[in-house]
């Protein structure tokens, strides 16, 4: 069963960075893509981010120019690291595995972790 654990959530200014990181308790070659996605004061989960081990990426809009992804295979981790920060990135962000990409749509697996609060203040 696959395991993930969110860190490097935080209390940061508007325009700030933050750096998330998701370890995945498999290896994540054999997965599809590794995904992060928030959800905010609406209650909805929605998609910022996905990645997969040849490091083909890709980014919700409102991500695009601001948020950047890596992976180290060796150590099974996904980096998600964001900058300008806005009020509006305000959340908890999940890590999803094995994230199916269907046309332009985003299907997340039922793997996630249990998230990392990030919040922006003005």
């Known amino acids: 069963q696959v395991q993930l654990v969110e860190s490097g959530g935080g209390l940061v200014q508007a325009g700030g960075s933050l750096r998330l990181a998701c370890v995945v308790s498999a290896n994540i070659f054999p997965l599809n893509y590794i995904s992060w996605y928030r959800e905010g004061s609406a209650r909805r989960r929605e998609f910022v981010a996905a990645?997969?081990?040849?490091?083909?990426?890709h980014y919700a809009e409102f991500a695009t120019g601001r948020f950047t992804l890596s992976r180290d295979t060796e150590k099974n981790t996904v980096y998600l690291e964001m900058v300008r920060l806005i009020p509006e990135d305000t959340g908890v962000y999940y890590c999803?595995?094995?994230?199916?990409?269907?046309?332009?749509?985003?299907?997340?697996?039922?793997?996630w972790g249990q998230g990392t609060q990030v919040t922006v203040s003005s």
């Open positions: 999803n595995a094995d994230t199916v990409k269907y046309g332009r749509k985003w299907l997340p697996s039922d793997h």
């Open positions: 990645i997969r081990s040849s490091g083909d990426s």
